[in-house]
């Protein structure tokens, strides 16, 4: 399998739950990418993970917890979500920084 | 100084005609100035994108045009097609940071 694949792809959970989003990329990439999408507002970087290290965090309740426990494998651990965090999240992944992405085809995640 | 401008905000076009959608950015820092392409239930993909140090760079139906001295940047798609219909998002990157655009909804009549 090429590419990058994110699982599940759709995500219903309690605000009490606690759940996980998983992400895998295939090509060999240094960089992974966690990215919320709102209708009608800007892809919202949340973490950066250069060489598994995370080199930003831009600002995200601690609600979300990032986890790179290799180059290839990215995961977001969520609890206690409110229901505005329902939205798109997507993971990326790139060769570098600055350069351009692989998205995967996101989890839709509502928070009921 | 951080923002990227995109517009319009939704964009109909007759099959066959040319689609433009344009953006705008502050920060001369940026670098690259990439175009991503989304449809329904996926996420978006890089479909072109260009450097500083050049004006025009075109990848069969679609081009990048790029003004420096303006800090714009603009897509057009040539011979719009009913398959192009998405969401188009501008960006502009430098070290560390990746500033999308809002998207553009390009919808192609038949």
């Known amino acids: 399998e090429t590419g990058v694949t994110q699982t599940p792809r759709h995500l219903v959970m309690g605000m009490t739950n606690k759940k996980s989003l998983k992400c895998e990329q295939h090509?060999?990439?240094?960089?992974m990418y966690w990215y919320k999408q709102s209708a009608k507002k800007p892809l919202e970087l949340m973490f950066v993970?250069?060489?598994?290290?995370?080199?930003e965090n831009n600002s995200v309740p601690s609600r979300f917890s990032p986890e790179c426990p290799n180059s290839s494998h990215l995961f977001l651990h969520l609890h206690t979500l409110q229901p505005e965090d329902s939205a798109l999240y997507l993971c990326?992944?790139?060769?570098?920084?600055?350069?351009?992405?692989?998205f995967g085809s996101g989890t839709r995640l509502t928070v009921v | 100084q951080q923002q990227v401008k995109q517009s319009p905000q939704s964009l109909i076009v007759q099959k066959g005609g040319i689609s433009i959608i344009n953006c705008a950015y502050e920060?001369?820092?940026?670098?690259?100035f990439p175009w991503y392409q989304q449809f329904p239930g996926k996420g978006p993909a890089l479909l072109i994108a260009?450097?500083?140090?050049?004006s025009e760079k075109k990848e069969g139906r679609f081009t990048i045009s790029f003004n420096k001295s303006a800090k714009q940047f603009s897509l057009h798609i040539m011979d719009s097609q009913p398959g192009d219909s998405a969401t188009y998002f501008c960006?502009?990157?430098?070290?560390?940071?990746?500033?999308f655009g809002t998207g553009t909804r390009l919808k192609v009549l038949a």
């Open positions: 990326a992944s790139s060769q570098d920084h600055g350069y351009g992405y692989t």
């Open positions: 090509l060999g990439h240094n960089a």
């Open positions: 993970y250069s060489l598994e290290e995370r080199v």
């Open positions: 920060n001369t820092a940026f670098d690259y």
């Open positions: 260009i450097r500083p140090d050049v």
């Open positions: 960006a502009a990157t430098g070290t560390y940071k990746y500033i």
